[in-house]
């Protein structure tokens, strides 16, 4: 089987190359447009097919698809500012994806969508996810959507991986309000092993995937400092200075790693379905004490960084 995955040097697909060749899968494509992360892939797996590629440009990667059975799209914009940028890497690229594909109605799709979809918030990674994933399931090929909650694991350098590295140089830690903002938080191990039954089984329809343990932010980050061997202080700062900070912080950088629309969907009373996927999927869940553990104390992959 040839599996192509896009958005290949992120979370999910640093993620998911590791295993999917410890299952015995060999001819893999790796297609990511970030320079430094597609290197740092290219290296850690120099036996399998990788592209640095813009997915919204043609180029080689049009033609490295040929003949693939199985399409993990992983592709996104997750953060930053600019809402162009969104609208490139989230729709545009789909789209001129599902071109190239279109004539090749046995290609399966594992999308990789985002439990935002159901949020009550909105901004410009909600919208263009959303249309991310209409195009997906708009598609003429068989598909399965997948919505996963905010995940963390190895090579994560948003969300709690960089939470984790703030807190490991920092004698201080703040928190938005009180903290308790209900997170269910889900380990990328987990999410890789139904992506690979996904894979192998053909399922078509959309699934919510959940973490399991629902967890309080500022408990989830006493969990994070905790694996991660922090020592910083864990300190609560009023909400409207917290976001204050932010927004000043965003007129110096292009590309914040946390936002005053990420901290308004932080603080949005979000309860996002629980479905049983252990049992749909056959996958075992990993506790989130053993999650965080093998994320932040791995030998090997706990040290390695992606660029922002």
Known sequence: ???????????????????????????????????????????????????????????????ALAGVDAVVICHAQIGGLDKAAYARNNIMATEKLLAVLAPRPQVYLVHISSSVVNSTAKDDYVWSKEAQEKRVL???????????????????????????????????????????????????????????GCIEHRPTGIYNITGLEPVDYVDLIRAVKQACGASARIVPVPYPLFWSMLFVYGLFSRDPPFTTKQLEALVTPDVFEVIDWPGLFGVTPTPLAAALAETYRHPVYSKVVLEF
Request: aromatic residues 10%; proline residues 7%; contains cysteine.
């Open 1 to 63: 089987m040839k599996i192509a995955i896009t958005g290949a040097a992120g979370l999910v697909g640093q993620n998911l190359i590791p295993r999917l060749k410890a299952r015995g899968y060999g001819e893999i494509v790796a297609i990511d447009k970030h320079p430094v992360n597609t290197a740092l892939l290219r290296r850690l797996h120099p036996d399998i097919t990788i592209l640095q590629a813009d997915l919204a440009a043609d180029g080689d990667w049009q033609r």
């Open 138 to 196: 708009d598609a003429a090929l068989p598909a399965i959507v997948l919505r996963p909650t905010l995940m963390f694991g190895w090579f994560d350098r948003k969300h709690l991986g960089w939470l984790a590295r703030f807190m490991q140089r920092s004698p201080l830690f703040p928190v938005p309000g009180n903290g308790r903002y209900l997170r269910q938080p889900l380990y990328v191990g987990d999410f890789c092993d139904i992506v690979i």
